[in-house]
C-alpha cells in the first residue's frame, strides 16, 4: 500500500522558513520523482518541485525558485523541502507526490498524500 507522512506544515511569517518532510512507503522509491505539489484555494495546482533520485535531477517551479530546495534521505525513503523567504502567495495546501513519468498534470500511475497546510501571514 503507497503511503505518505507529510509533515512540517504551519504558521510562519512573511520573510520566514519551513521544512516539509515527506516520508514515502509502497513503491520503488528510485522508480518516480518525489516531490510537492500544491493547491492554494481559487487557484489551479502547481507542481513546486520533485527529485529523481537515482540521477539526481530536480525541478522547481519558476515562483519557488531559489528560495525552495528540495533533498532526500533515501534510507529513511523522506524527501525534504526547504523553503525560505516565504510569501503570502506561497500560502496553500502542500501535497507529496510520487510522479512515474515525471509529467504534469497528475496522471493514473502518480501518488499523492494527504498535505500539510502552509500558510504565510503578511
Known amino acids: 500500500e503507497v503511503q505518505f507522512v507529510e509533515s512540517g506544515g504551519g504558521l510562519v511569517q512573511a520573510g520566514g522558513s519551513l521544512r516539509l518532510s515527506c516520508a514515502a512507503s509502497?513503491?520503488?522509491?528510485?522508480?518516480?520523482?518525489i516531490g510537492w505539489f500544491r493547491h492554494a484555494r481559487g487557484k489551479a495546482r502547481e507542481a513546486v518541485s520533485w527529485?529523481?533520485?537515482?540521477?539526481?535531477?530536480?525541478y522547481y517551479s519558476d515562483s519557488v525558485k531559489g528560495r525552495f530546495t528540495i533533498s532526500s534521505d533515501n534510507a529513511k525513503r523522506t524527501v525534504y523541502l526547504q523553503m525560505n523567504s516565504l510569501k503570502p502567495e506561497d500560502t496553500a495546501v502542500y501535497f507529496c507526490?510520487?510522479?512515474?513519468?515525471?509529467?504534469?498534470?497528475?496522471?493514473?500511475?502518480?501518488?499523492w498524500g494527504q498535505g500539510t497546510q502552509v500558510t504565510v501571514s503578511s
Open positions: 509502497g513503491f520503488t522509491l528510485d522508480a518516480y520523482a
Open positions: 527529485l529523481l533520485s537515482r540521477d539526481n535531477n530536480t
Open positions: 507526490y510520487a510522479l512515474k513519468d515525471r509529467s504534469w498534470p497528475l496522471g493514473k500511475n502518480d501518488y
